[in-house]
Every structure is written in C-alpha cells, then in structure tokens.
C-alpha cells in the first residue's frame, strides 16, 4: 500500500508562486511514476505534470506548460509541483498520484492507483 500525502496549498494573488508537496510511503519510492492533477468545483479532474514511466522525461497540461515544474527528491520519498505566475484560473484542488505498474498514458488519472486527499490552491485576482 501506498500512501500520499501533500501539503502546500493556500491562497495566492495571481502571479504568485506555490510550492506544493507530496511525501509517499509504503514503497520504493524510486519505482513509482508520479504526477499531479487537478480539480475545480464543476469540473472534471485535469492533468498537470508527471514523470514518465523512466522518470527521466517530464510532460505537462497545455494550461500550466512554461509555469509549473514537476520534480522528486527520492531521498526524502517526495514530489514537488513548482507553481509560477498563478492565475485565478489555476484555482483548484491538487492531488497526486503514483503508480507502480509501468502500465498506461501517466497524463491519464486513471492510469494512477494511489491518491493522495488533496490540498486546495486558491488564486485570488
């Protein structure tokens, strides 16, 4: 079993920064592929960031590409989501996942079996 846990989230003006985290334990962290996603009120649950399943290439949503940055420390079993020049449309809850199974697109949420409970980011204008 695989637990994650993020942290990091808040309110914001736009064009702001967050850092957002998530620590993952119960497993080799380094085999797992990770990624962020995210969801508004209303919406349907939104790619951001992942690692390739080889961790070595990095993709990201059209809406945060230029803005975002996905990274790890495997050290500290951890996975970051570098947020710049936030927009009020950014606002949403983020979640993210790992997987283990080498299997599926990691742009797709349901390619992720574990989730961690999300932290809210809130982009005021």
């Known amino acids: 079993q695989v637990q994650l846990v993020e942290s990091g989230g808040g309110l914001v003006q736009a064009g702001g920064s967050l850092r957002l985290s998530c620590a993952a334990s119960?497993?080799?962290?380094?085999?797992?592929?990770m990624g962020w996603f995210r969801q508004a009120p209303g919406k349907e649950r939104e790619f951001v960031a992942a690692f390739g399943w080889t961790g070595r290439n990095t993709y990201y949503g059209d809406s945060v590409k230029g803005r975002f940055t996905i990274s790890r420390d495997n050290a500290k079993n951890t996975v970051y989501l570098e947020m710049n020049s936030l927009k009020p449309d950014d606002t949403a809850v983020y979640y993210c996942a790992a997987d283990t199974s080498q299997v599926g697109a990691v742009v797709r949420a349901t390619t992720y079996k574990y989730w961690g409970q999300g932290t809210q980011v809130t982009v005021s204008s």
């Open positions: 119960g497993h080799t962290f380094s085999s797992y592929t």
